[in-house]
């Protein structure tokens, strides 16, 4: 990832085909050390493809992608099973979301 980063910043940067050297002297500018092995690899993947097509090209693909915030539906056979003690359960897990959000016991508030 650290060497992706790098790749883009000098993209954003002008240089249009930034060579492993290139790469390696950004990482090392922030006393990062390049994976000579990776860096190659990834040099090599996007030798002579442009960055913008990539990145459009790897949106469309991402926003295909579900990214949860339903979260899940139960099982029906244990809504049906025992629907009234999952309901029993949920109340004492309230109670302590409670407390968790007390400030009072650390002395100070977050917004103090």
Do not use: C
């Amino acid at each position: 990832m650290k060497h992706l980063a790098a790749y883009l910043l000098l993209g954003l940067g002008g240089n249009t085909a930034p060579s492993a050297a290139d790469v390696k002297s950004v990482l090392e500018a922030v006393g990062v050390e390049a994976d000579d092995e990776r860096l190659e690899k990834l040099i090599s993947e996007l030798e002579g493809k442009d960055l913008q097509e990539l990145i459009t090209e790897g949106s469309s693909k991402l926003a295909s992608v579900p990214s949860g915030g339903a979260g899940g539906a139960p099982a029906a056979g244990g809504a049906a099973a025992g629907g009234a003690a999952a309901a029993e359960e949920e109340k004492p897990a309230e109670k302590e979301e409670e407390k968790e959000e007390s400030d009072e016991d650390m002395g100070f508030g977050l917004f103090d």
